[in-house]
Structure formats: C-alpha cells, structure tokens
C-alpha cells in the first residue's frame, strides 16, 4: 500500500517537474524523487503559512478598523504590507499565491501544472480555516465576527458588491500576472507592486464589497466565526474573484501573447528558489 502511494504521490510531483524543467532548456536534468518529495512539501506549507498569516491579517485590519481603533486608510495600507512581506518571505519557495485564484491565473497562463492545482487549493483553504481559529482565539467570538466579509446593504446591494469584487480582482490580477512577464525588469520588486495594488483595493472598495478578491480569505473566517445568516452574500466572494481573475488572464494574454514568453513568469510562478537550485543541476 505505502509503495503504491509513494508511486502516485511521484506521478503527481515528478511530470510538472519534468516538464519544467525543459521549459527552462534543461531536458537532462536527473530529478531527485525523494528530493522532489521534500521540495513539494516545502511549496505546500508555505502556501499554508502564507494564507494563514494573509488571512490573519487581514482580518485583523478590518475587525479593528470597523471597531473604529485604526482608519480606513491605515487599514488599506497595512493590508498592503501584509502582502509585500509575505512575498519577500515566502515567494522563493512556492512563488507566494496565497489565493486560489491567483493558482488558477497562473495555469490559465500555462505556467503552473494543474496536477498542482488541487494540493495547492487544499494548503490555502486549510491556512484560512486556522485563521479563521486563530481570530477567533486572538479577539473571541463576537470581535472574530466583525473579521468576516459581508456586505454592508448601506453602502451597497449585493450586485453592487458583485461587481466590486470582479473589478478589485482584476486590478490584484493584472498587476500580478504583469509583473510576473517583466521579473527579468523589475525582480524582487514586484511585491511592491503588489502591495500597492492591494493598498488600492482596498482604499476604494473596501467600504463597498470589503475588497476580499480572495475566495479563502473571505470563506475560512466565514465558516469558522459567521452564522448561516451572515453568509447570505459569501458567494459574491467566490465567483466575483474567478471572473475578475479570468477576465485580468484574456487581458494580459491580450497584451503578451496567450503563452509565456519568459522562464521568469516560469520561475515566478512555481518559486524562484527551487528554481535556481534547478538550474545549478
């Protein structure tokens, strides 16, 4: 039994590695099974720990700023930041998603296996469920609530929150997968980009639809603090991300052509870390 799992568990990390690595003009590279298993792990807690810390974050911002401690703009900000040293942190191993649409974007773009799409969707919805704990602990029951995104019906109707949050995501994806075509350009500097994009977000629409674009961020809090009435609206939280991230994918394609033209958006998107250990074989 353990030798058939370990035989499926290599199927599903060795192929994409395989292939990327020929992406990368390294056709003879030797792959390290068991290296690879380890190096897979790695990408898959990071992307825990990641969504976890994205997620707290986040959240905290917006409970203390609804409880009035911080404004709206420090919030906006802050919320940048989270992401900025998040991506400086964490980028190099698993090339920082931290957000299940932004995976999808990426192998829409065809630089991400989707034999690695479910395991990472798994690790960011697990880091948003202990989030989702970890408020809860950190503030009780009935500040953790204030954490979770709903729409308020004074600012905005559903729809309105809708449509909301499929602009603020396309904006967080066009700025992503962007950045991501001009890394030899910019580098480590894209996390500022990022950032500022979510600062943004944030700054216009968080008033509105509370600038989710993210569908973890919003539905791990969601289901560990809210009520069933609470979560009347959580599906704008779902499907505004997947359509804004579609619609920033045909953008950029648009404008970059509809397959990568680089190894960096490559070596972006899987984590440039493991990526330069791959060239030195």
Avoid at 126 to 146: H, N, P, Q
Avoid at 171 to 186: H, S
Wanted: aromatic share 12%; hydrophobic share 50%; proline share 4%.
């Amino acid at each position: 039994m353990s030798h058939t799992f370990k035989c499926l568990w290599r199927y599903l990390i060795v192929p994409p590695l395989i292939k990327h690595a020929k992406q990368l003009e390294q056709p003879n590279k030797e792959i390290d099974y068991n290296a690879a298993g380890y190096e897979f792990f790695h990408r898959l807690f990071a992307e825990f720990m990641g969504t976890l810390l994205l997620v707290v974050g986040h959240g905290s911002n917006r409970l203390e700023g609804k409880r009035g401690l911080i404004p709206e703009a420090a919030g906006a900000f802050s919320n940048g930041l989270v992401n900025v040293f998040l991506i400086y942190s964490l980028a190099g191993i698993s090339g920082a998603h931290f957000n299940p649409v932004v995976t999808l974007a990426f192998t829409c773009r065809l630089v991400f296996p989707f034999l690695w799409v479910p395991f990472y969707f798994l690790a960011q919805f697990c880091g948003s469920l202990i989030a989702g704990l970890l408020l809860k602990g950190l503030f009780g029951d009935e500040y953790a609530l204030l954490a979770t995104n709903t729409i308020d019906p004074t600012n905005v109707t559903v729809l309105g929150g809708f449509g909301w949050e499929i602009f603020l995501t396309f904006c967080l994806l066009f700025v992503i997968l962007q950045t991501a075509t001009k890394a030899q350009l910019i580098g480590s500097e894209a996390a500022l980009a990022v950032g500022a994009v979510i600062a943004f977000d944030c700054l216009v629409g968080g008033s509105t639809s509370t600038a989710s674009m993210n569908p973890f961020r919003t539905l791990g809090p969601a289901l560990i603090n809210s009520s069933t009435d609470n979560n009347a609206s959580l599906w704008i939280y779902i499907v505004g991300p997947l359509i804004g991230a579609l619609i920033a994918v045909l953008v950029v394609s648009l404008l970059q052509g509809f397959t990568p033209k680089t190894k960096e958006e490559l070596m972006g998107a899987h984590g440039e870390e493991h990526n330069k250990s791959n060239n030195q074989g």
